[in-house]
């Protein structure tokens, strides 16, 4: 029985020590994927967000048609759409897979948050851009030195929210071929079925791993709104 | 004794003669369904501290955030030092404001509100600072030796790098103050600038109005409750009844002599 167990733990190791390399090989494209998406996301949910409270017609209304396709169609089928679909459809070339999955996730994501970024900014206290007014602030100042600094505050939060759920999103990019973590992961487990469960654990462990610091910065965002939002 | 303090109120009432610095022309304004002031027709002039009386949703705060472009009347002109604040010509047409237009003209205006309204992501220096810097251009020195000799004046040099949510009310309402007379406005309108204070804090703030209003140079126009204080410091009282101007005149005239009766019915109110 001993003999067993020792047996077992022998085997779970090995497998460990087996699995972990592969899956260290995707995690620059994971990690690559990540980071860009956050950055354009957010530079998506900013335009989109202060699109929406235009007051050009056109604007805020192309952008909601944005907005609501994005939020309510499937990110694994935009993916297909900007990686598959468009490039036949036109011609022209998302060849490019990191593209691809980039775009696909930051368009995703940056329509959610873009509500975030429209709802903060409507939630800041309407005297504050009265007061801004009585002190002669141009329309951008106002914006700019008043309005969206709280605004920020308030958004800090969900952002955080937001950032591990684009982390856990990248590993859809595996579904067009790029080599993320979970890419090595299923190449390994299609050659040796018996390894699927350390796999798919190290795969778990991985990504929570990746997110923990994220956790911790959306406790920061929260301790921050929580002292920027004080009333005036 | 009332016919002292009205002799002393007519010698220091400013020069009637000189131009006006605000007219009211015929100024309607509804919102909604509800008309809320009904053809008003107001001159205010420099230097003159205009106090606002009335019952609730007689207009008395609309008047003023007209003044200072937060609502815009629904027919009427309002003048400020000879330009039509919310109309402005072009190629000979007479068309609505833009908000250049706007900024031009509502440059000498400053308003103090009834909650503060101060921004509470910067210290109150920088609640001074912002402005002249932004708007007037002035270098970062200036307008913080400014800001600080204001905030000085109403008795908060020790507070500089505080932020609102650390002060009480009436210093909060003091810094608004700091924060609009850096500006140097040649009119200052007052938001029932007491109505949200601790009883205890109302002192304090219309200490800084007292002074304010001693200095002379400034137009300001009041809207309060605190009758005994528009009685002290107002050259002219004014009593908004139902979207017109019911009664007008000196304080102690208004709030003294006037027979009229929807006047002593208001009073009465307050001052039981």
């Known amino acids: ?232 | 004794m009332a016919e002292l303090v009205k002799e002393m109120k007519q010698s220091i009432t400013p020069k009637r003669g000189a131009k006006p610095i605000v007219e009211y022309k015929d100024v309607y304004k509804s919102f909604g369904e509800v008309e809320v002031l009904k053809g008003l027709n107001l001159d205010i002039f420099p230097g003159e501290k205009v106090a606002l009386i009335g019952p609730s949703g007689s207009g008395k705060t609309t008047i003023i955030r007209m003044l200072m472009t937060l609502e815009q009347p629904t027919s009427g002109e309002i003048i400020v030092d000879g330009t039509d604040l919310w109309h402005m010509k072009k190629n000979g047409k007479t068309i609505p404001a833009n908000e250049k237009h706007l900024r031009e003209v509502r440059g000498d205006i400053g308003m103090v509100f009834q909650h503060f309204n101060l921004f509470p992501h910067m210290t109150i220096l920088e609640n001074c600072m912002t402005a002249p810097i932004q708007v007037k251009k002035e270098s970062k020195e200036t307008a913080r030796e400014r800001s600080v000799e204001m905030l000085e004046k109403v008795g908060l040099g020790d507070k500089l790098d505080n932020y609102p949510s650390q002060l009480s009310g009436g210093q909060k309402q003091r810094v608004a103050m700091a924060r609009a007379l850096v500006m140097r406005p040649k009119i200052m309108l007052f938001d029932e600038v007491t109505s949200a204070l601790d009883p205890e804090l109302v002192g304090e703030v219309l200490e800084v109005i007292r002074d304010i209003a001693e200095e002379g140079e400034m137009a300001m126009v009041l809207v309060t409750h605190e009758m005994d204080f528009a009685l002290e410091i107002a050259d002219r009282v004014i009593f908004l009844d139902d979207g017109v101007i019911a009664e007008q005149g000196s304080a102690s005239e208004v709030l003294e002599e006037s027979d009229n009766e929807r006047l002593q019915q208001f009073l009465y109110r307050f001052r039981s």
């Open chain 1, 1 to 232: 029985m001993e003999f067993y167990f020792l047996y077992m733990g022998v085997i779970i190791i090995n497998a460990i020590i087996e699995v972990f390399p592969v899956l260290m090989k995707g995690i620059h494209i994971t990690i690559t994927v990540f980071i860009l998406s956050v950055i354009f996301g957010y530079l998506f949910a900013f335009i989109a967000g202060l699109c929406r409270l235009s007051n050009n017609i056109i604007i805020r209304s192309t952008t909601s048609f944005y907005v609501e396709i994005f939020r309510g169609t499937s990110l694994i089928v935009q993916l297909f759409w900007l990686y598959y679909a468009i490039p036949m459809l036109f011609n022209i070339g998302i060849d490019n897979r990191l593209m691809a999955g980039v775009l696909a996730i930051s368009l995703n994501y940056g329509a959610y948050m873009s509500e975030i970024v429209r709802g903060s900014i409507l939630a800041v206290d309407k005297g504050q851009t009265e007061a801004s007014i009585a002190l002669n602030l141009t329309r951008f100042q106002r914006m700019r030195l008043v309005v969206f600094p709280q605004a920020l505050r308030m958004m800090l939060p969900e952002f955080g929210n937001y950032l591990i759920q684009m982390l856990k999103a990248t590993s859809l990019v595996s579904l067009i071929g790029m080599t993320d973590i979970l890419y090595h992961g299923n190449i390994l487990r299609s050659t040796n079925l018996s390894m699927a469960p350390t796999v798919y654990l190290l795969l778990l462990v991985f990504y929570f791993i990746m997110a923990l610091p994220l956790i911790f910065l959306t406790r920061k965002g929260e301790e921050i709104s929580k002292r920027g939002v004080a009333n005036g």
